[in-house]
């Protein structure tokens, strides 16, 4: 058999930010708040609810969002990302 090994350049790696729709903003410690994992710094992060009004908003988002003042249902977000891309999507908040 051949067998080849190449060696990995870790500069070339990059890290996917995961955005979860689901949040149990709860106090049980699971869930509580919108956790996005591989955030980079200096995200803008824009929160709307069904009728297109904003429910939070933040330049330098921190991982903090626990769903403060609104209840249940479904909400919608606007991640903008330090390359100016932009993600978005919906996200459910269960209480």
Known sequence: DDVSVTECDDSLATEVVQIPNVITPNGDGKNDAFYIENLPNQCKLEIFNRWGNTVYHSLNYQNN????????GTYYYLLTLPSGEVKKGFLEVIK
């Open 65 to 72: 969002w626990e769903a403060n003042g609104v209840k249940g």
